[in-house]
């Protein structure tokens, strides 16, 4: 049973296309996130959304428009792809915010190449 | 700010001997420490975390931590290695308040040879 999934595992696409990269977990989490994982393996936290509702967005470009439908679901929407949008991109989730013994769980990742 | 410092980008191990990943931490109030793995191809795989209590956490595939305050360190150790333990190690701190946020190291990578 995989606890969160991503698809696609990887993307190849043009420069200036939109995509959308789709995340599930089964795990009965209430908070769920997308990092960003560049070409020298440095991960960093773009959102988290707790039940549906944004709660960290780090400064990530307006091109990037996470969408969460219910509360398993957090899907990534790229508009007008560029170059340095080329990276491996993590879906995680985890219990939730409130408490210390938070755990992120992380997708199997998908590997973005903007051509 | 609130960061975490791995010095090292690659550690090199002989299989069977006793493996150490560094550490470092700055952080405001208590630290939420943890580790995670990445092999070749894959997700990150959470290893183990320090909250509070004993300094020495035990964790999957035979690894452990030490955390030690006085020197804001939180290394990742194995008595004995394996040629399988050869990956991508991450140590991250846990920010909270409201919401809950990790902050990666750079990550070291581990090479175990036979």
């Known amino acids: 049973d995989t606890a969160v999934s991503q698809t696609p595992k990887y993307l190849v696409t043009q420069m200036g296309n939109d995509k959308s990269i789709k995340c599930e977990q089964n795990l009965g989490h209430d908070t769920m996130y997308w990092y960003k994982q560049d070409s020298k393996k440095f991960l960093k936290i773009m959102f988290s959304?707790?039940?549906?509702?944004?709660?960290i967005n780090e400064t990530v470009p307006n091109r990037f428009s996470p969408k969460s439908p219910d509360k398993a679901h957090l899907n990534l929407h790229i508009n007008s792809l560029e170059l340095g949008d080329s990276a491996v991109y993590f879906c995680?989730?985890?219990?939730?915010?409130?408490?210390?013994?938070?755990?992120?769980?992380f997708g199997p990742g998908t590997r973005l190449t903007v051509l | 700010a609130q960061s975490v410092a791995q010095p090292e980008d690659q550690v090199n191990v002989a299989e069977g001997n006793p493996l150490t990943v560094k550490c470092t931490y700055s952080?405001?109030?208590?630290?939420?420490l943890f580790w995670y793995v990445q092999y070749p191809n894959r997700g990150l795989q959470f290893l183990l975390k320090y909250i509070t209590g004993d300094n020495l956490v035990k964790g999957s595939y035979g690894f452990e931590a030490e955390f030690n305050k006085s020197q804001t360190s939180f290394h990742l150790k194995k008595p004995s290695a394996l040629v399988s333990d050869s990956a991508l190690y991450f140590c991250?701190?846990?920010?909270?308040?409201?919401?809950?946020?990790?902050?990666f190291g750079a990550g070291t990578r581990l090479a175990v040879h036979p």
């Open positions: 995680a989730s985890s219990q939730g915010p409130g408490g210390p013994v938070d755990t992120q769980y």
């Open positions: 952080v405001s109030g208590n630290p939420y």
């Open positions: 991250a701190v846990l920010i909270s308040g409201g919401y809950n946020k990790l902050i």
């Open positions: 959304y707790n039940n549906k509702e944004l709660i």
